[in-house]
């Protein structure tokens, strides 16, 4: 698939995360739509799943530890086919089986529930220890955010999938340098990520979490690690494609009025429209 095509599909992706998270009037955009780009390369490049056999136990999983960013993963998880787009509306809805965060008991494709931050990449790291003893050759993927490595179980995962020697892991940072209460430097910083996560016996990349290019040759670089892990830090903009929404904090965990919807449509439409004429 072409860097363009993957643009087209990632700007799709966005339009799905505003428009649920307006219905919901609830949901977290900003880390959403940082994640697009990644969700996007993944879901249509990289992983090696079948919608149509969604629990294939040869499959490769992904985590998302960032759970709260679940409408971007059900904007991808809708475009690659794993349920109807129109269900996305549903969100966080009363009966909805597309809540605010992922539940694997009920969504296709969805490898693992999480939401409490810290959690998923313990998951991904058993997953990928299981891959090893069962002798097979599936790959697992997880996704973080930059604030949610503030957590100690971060690290306690980390130190074991380094002593292990878990080569079929990839961990991912969504590094947008924002969480609800603002900077991460401000908070607590994790300054610099590359450096502890080596600290952890990983092999580490650092690209533009914007740049197909970059994450295409990062994940081959990854499969092509062995002996040990590998955490990609991706660096990205918080709010991605959205005007007001990019850098601003404000829109970590917030939805849209019928009025900014509509800008964010329209900002979203305009990219869709430049894409075409490439």
């Not at 799943?49 to 709260?68: I, T, Y």
């Not at 900077?183 to 590359?194: F, H, R, W």
């Not at 670089?221 to 830090?233: L, V």
Request: aromatic share 8%; charged share 25%; net charge negative.
């Amino acid at each position: 698939m072409t860097n363009l095509e993957l643009q087209k599909i990632a700007n799709q992706v966005r339009t799905n995360i505003v428009k649920s998270v307006h219905a919901a009037k609830a949901g977290h955009p900003g880390g959403s739509l940082s994640a697009a780009d990644i969700f996007t390369y993944l879901y249509f490049e990289e992983l090696r799943v079948d919608p149509k056999n969604p629990d294939d136990p040869d499959r490769d999983r992904f985590v998302l530890s960032k759970g709260h960013t679940a409408p971007g993963l059900y904007g991808v998880l809708a475009e690659r086919g794993f349920f109807p787009r129109e269900d996305l509306l549903t969100l966080r809805h009363l009966g909805s089986y597309l809540q605010g965060h992922p539940n694997m008991n009920h969504i296709p494709g969805v490898d693992m529930s999480t939401g409490s931050l810290g959690q998923g990449i313990s998951a991904a790291v058993g997953m990928a220890l299981a891959g090893k003893l069962d002798k097979k050759d599936y790959r697992v993927y997880t996704l973080l955010g930059d604030g949610e490595i503030q957590e100690g179980q971060v690290w306690e995962a980390a130190m074991f999938a380094g002593a292990k020697n878990l080569d079929n892991l990839v961990v991912i940072v969504d590094n947008n340098n924002l969480q609800i209460d603002g900077s991460i430097e401000d908070v607590n910083s994790p300054y610099p990520i590359d450096k502890k996560f080596e600290a952890f016996n990983f092999h580490t990349i650092c690209i533009d979490a914007h740049d197909f290019d970059a994450i295409r040759a990062a994940l081959k670089e990854a499969k092509e690690t062995k002996g040990i892990p590998t955490a990609i830090i991706a660096k990205s903009l918080k709010g991605k494609g959205v005007s007001f929404m990019e850098n601003n904090a404000g829109w970590h965990g917030k939805a849209p009025n019928d009025e900014e919807l509509a800008i964010a449509l329209e900002d979203l439409r305009k990219e869709a429209e430049s894409l075409c004429q490439k």
